[in-house]
């Protein structure tokens, strides 16, 4: 709760200094900071981070290797299946329009369901998809859902 | 008003046939690469499936090699005409894969698995397509460095490069952080070169020698007949810097480390995965899976290439070139086809074009310098899907002409010179 009056409280004040900043020059109301932008910048970073040397900086990835993130059903579909494959990581032959490719992508377990989410909804975002949004909580709960129950 | 519609027409079939005609002229003159002068090129096939090695007979005969069977076949047939440009005569084996190679008669190829040969006739045809020998099988076969290339001695000996099935022999592949998983057993039958007789059926490790090991992935190979000796292009290990951030900058990853070529004697060993050979201080580094830092050095057992290039450009092909054809600095030098690298990011990529290294007596003689580039089509490539063909086999014809593979488009290149 206290995040959500955070942000939103980062939200005022963004969007009131940009009325300021903007107040000598024009008349044109500023368009507020949406949370998916946020997410989206957030995004970028986690992905220049850990994603870019296989996925390439335009989302291309490596013909042979590493499967391109642009317009792939695989990026643009199922949110559950992405997130599974970001937090588990990906060891299998994987076809996409035709062609094959076949680098192990490890688990990313140590992004937190922030971060997870974060990327995921910038690469739904740029590369010239215009998918939805993967939110924290979807990521919480796609995961869970995910596991194989574990016995005690 | 019927009038200027008709007019419009006509003007736009002009048009449209112009670029046509405009089209097919610069297909197969100028394939656009820089060559050094006298140099020629161009392209005696412009696309066909991911064409790998090849090789180049008398007749005309071509046989390539694709990753994976192009309308069926995993083997193509060219047959090149007096007018240098080459037409699909047919095509065999139902399997993908890397290497190709003719000797004493017999044709030589690979699939990821297995290598199988077939008798030539006098004009070089194959035989019996539908019924190779399969010479060697059951060789270990990852999802990454699967690929099989072969290269034969003058002793009825093959050698068969083994692909390590991970980046580093990390606990995790490509995990950031994991170690390597002590002593790498992955060694016993991957990551190395091993040699087998070309002329026994159904042959596999037991077999086999593991004739030299501590290579991670060699796609280029060639026997020189100067020195009577395997030479072979190594890939080296990807991703320092984002296996260790700590330990490596991307500046630092983007270099390191080198793309070498060596000279490889029965029992040599080149250090994968334990240590790294840094071209920048021209020793073995620890690799940083193994205990190593960035700083200390291995130690001092491992066979020093005889060429280092930068790193990550993906040497694919290697020709000791034995023609006349070209100038005499060219004879027996060594032609390197590289595929292009990935992993420079957020650097631009390097490689997508052939390099020529002088020798003399078995050993490099000079610096290497870039002798054919402009494959990929674009001035700088920064993500590798830019690159509009991307180097990979190389083949010396009868004339002395060298002939190079795209795997992108299929597109087969066929480079001359006239004084």
Redesign the interface.
Known sequence: MRKIYTLAFILISLNSFSQTAKKPVAKKTATPVSATTLSINRGKLVY?K?C???H???G???????P?LIGTSGVLGNKNRLVKIVKN?L???VEIDGE?Y??????FK?LTDQQVADVLTYIRRSFGNKATPVLRSEVAQYYVKGKTPQKR | MHKIKTILKAGACILFWSSLNLNAVGQSQNPGLKLPPGFSAKTILDSSGKARHLVVLPGGLIYVKM??PWKGNGIMILKENEAGTASVTGGFGNYGGTGIYVKNGYLYASSNEAVFRYKLNEKNEVLNPDQPERIITGLKMG??H?TKSIVLDNDNNIYVNIGSP??SCQL?????G?MGVPGCPLLDSAGGIWQFRADKADQSYAQGVRYATGLRNVVGLDWNQQNNTLFVTQHGR??L??LFPALFTAKQ?AELPAECMYMIKKGDNAGFPFAYYDHLQQKYMQAPEYGGDGKKEAEKKYSAPVVAFPGHMAPNGLLFYTGTQFPEKYRNGAFVAFHGS??R??EKQEGYYVVFVPFADGKPSGNWEIFADGFSGVAAV?????AKHRPCGLAQGPDGAIYVTDD?KGTIYKIEYKK
């Not at chain 1, 076949?102 to 688990?107: E, G, R």
């Not at chain 2, 995790?172 to 950031?176: G, L, T």
């Not at chain 2, 920064?382 to 830019?386: D, K």
Request: with cysteine.
């Open positions: 220049q850990f870019i040397s296989c390439q900086a335009d291309g990835g490596v013909p042979n290797l590493n391109p990581g060891q299998e032959h094959f076949s680098n192990n992508m490890p688990p140590m | 990753a994976r999802r990454q699967e991970s980046n995790q592949d490509r995990q950031p994991s990807d991703q810097n984002d990853n990935w992993n990011t957020p920064m993500s590798p899907r830019q992108v």
